[in-house]
């Protein structure tokens, strides 16, 4: 679809109302806020009327927003429809299951899963959507996707089902320019810094949309701290990279191996009651599962309860 699609439209309304603030909104949806503005009034002067009612937070579609909300919204299910129609003729005689996953997620977890599963249905086609959880949660409501697998299920949409596996733990990457930094040690003992002061650090960070994002933003606003980021990026891996290569502090899932080097930044495992994530895959509330469905839940229950308890 051009960027200019409906769908994209309704992704931007959807996040300008989440965050009542264009700046904010523009920031998560990674376009620049002059354009989310010129998007928004395009379309208001082409329907001569105001979508969002800015006059006081948080923002409110207006009456006739609604309207063209519900509009948008017609649109992508019939949109979707329409794909599992093509999709379903394309592939005449198989079984098509589309599953929504952060990239660096599943480069963990589905090698975990997807080798026994189609070992035993080998006729099965699969489809990978590798995007931000954010949009592959909207791809899952509108249908789009039958699951998304994920990370952090304390947000997920009441309209979907989950199974749910956790708790795993994260690790801090201290530098050697970091201030915390301890000379020679490659593991630092749990319990020896509070999250507050690992907070207060110069941080790299994954970009909002990301579940290990959220997180950490939530903790921010509890502690109250204003956070010196020194970079973001969508990509986990990249974080990693430029913490171990002291450019700040960052947090990694335990699904990221990191292998300790003195010399240059200490490991520290937060605990979990301060910090930690959980594994889930989900599906719409309204979708029936089949044999291969329920087949695809117990492949991803099984794969990564085998390697949780071959880290303990």
Same mark, same amino acid.
């Given at each position: 679809?051009?960027?200019?699609?409906?769908?994209?439209?309704?992704?931007?309304?959807?996040?300008?109302?989440?965050?009542?603030?264009?700046?904010?909104?523009?920031?998560?949806?990674?376009?620049?806020?002059?354009?989310?503005?010129?998007?928004?009034?395009?379309?208001?002067?082409?329907?001569?009327?105001?979508?969002?009612?800015?006059?006081?937070?948080?923002?409110?579609?207006?009456?006739?927003?609604?309207?063209?909300?519900?509009?948008?919204?017609?649109?992508?299910?019939?949109?979707?429809?329409?794909?599992?129609?093509?999709?379903?003729?394309?592939?005449?005689?198989?079984?098509?299951?589309?599953?929504?996953?952060?990239?660096?997620?599943?480069?963990?977890?589905?090698?975990?899963?997807?080798?026994?599963?189609?070992?035993?249905?080998?006729?099965?086609?699969?489809?990978?959507?590798?995007?931000?959880?954010?949009?592959?949660?909207? &791809?899952? @409501? /509108?249908?789009?996707?039958?699951?998304? #697998?994920?990370?952090? +299920?304390?947000?997920?949409?009441?309209? !979907?089902? *989950?199974?749910?596996?956790?708790?795993?733990?994260?690790?801090?990457?201290?530098?050697?320019?970091?201030?915390?930094?301890?000379?020679?040690?490659?593991?630092?003992?749990?319990?020896?810094?509070?999250?507050?002061?690992?907070?207060?650090?110069?941080?790299?960070?994954?970009?909002?949309?990301?579940?290990?994002?959220?997180?950490?933003?939530?903790?921010?606003?509890?502690?109250?701290?204003?956070?010196?980021?020194?970079?973001?990026?969508?990509?986990?891996?990249?974080?990693?990279?430029?913490?171990?290569?002291?450019?700040?502090?960052?947090?990694?899932?335990?699904?990221?191996?990191?292998?300790?080097?003195?010399?240059?930044?200490?490991?520290?495992?937060?605990?979990?009651?301060?910090?930690?994530?959980?594994?889930?895959?989900?599906?719409?509330?309204? &979708?029936? @599962? /089949?044999?291969?469905?329920?087949?695809? #839940?117990?492949?991803? +229950?099984?794969?990564?309860?085998?390697? !949780?308890? *071959?880290?303990?």
């Amino acid at each position: 679809m051009s960027q200019n699609s409906p769908q994209n439209t309704l992704y931007y309304i959807d996040a300008i109302l989440k965050y009542s603030n264009y700046g904010k909104a523009a920031k998560a949806l990674y376009v620049s806020q002059p354009y989310l503005t010129q998007v928004i009034k395009r379309v208001e002067k082409q329907l001569e009327c105001e979508l969002i009612n800015r006059s006081e937070l948080p923002y409110r579609l207006t009456e006739q927003g609604k309207i063209y909300y519900e509009y948008l919204t017609s649109l992508e299910n019939r949109y979707s429809r329409f794909l599992r129609e093509i999709s379903a003729i394309a592939n005449l005689g198989k079984q098509v299951i589309k599953i929504g996953i952060l990239p660096s997620l599943g480069t963990y977890l589905l090698p975990l899963l997807l080798p026994h599963f189609l070992k035993n249905y080998p006729d099965c086609k699969l489809e990978l959507s590798e995007d931000l959880p954010e949009k592959n949660e909207k &791809r899952a @409501l /509108s249908g789009e996707l039958d699951f998304w #697998i994920g990370q952090n +299920s304390r947000n997920i949409s009441p309209n !979907l089902s *989950s199974t749910i596996l956790g708790k795993n733990s994260y690790s801090a990457i201290i530098p050697r320019s970091c201030t915390l930094y301890r000379e020679g040690v490659a593991i630092i003992d749990e319990g020896i810094y509070d999250m507050k002061t690992l907070l207060c650090q110069n941080l790299i960070l994954t970009r909002k949309g990301s579940s290990i994002r959220s997180q950490i933003d939530q903790l921010l606003s509890v502690y109250k701290i204003t956070p010196k980021i020194i970079l973001e990026s969508t990509e986990i891996h990249t974080i990693q990279k430029l913490a171990i290569n002291d450019m700040g502090l960052t947090f990694i899932p335990e699904s990221i191996i990191v292998a300790p080097c003195p010399e240059k930044y200490n490991l520290y495992q937060v605990p979990v009651d301060e910090l930690s994530l959980d594994f889930f895959i989900a599906y719409h509330s309204d &979708r029936p @599962l /089949s044999e291969i469905d329920l087949a695809l #839940i117990n492949a991803f +229950s099984i794969g990564a309860e085998n390697d !949780l308890n *071959s880290g303990e």
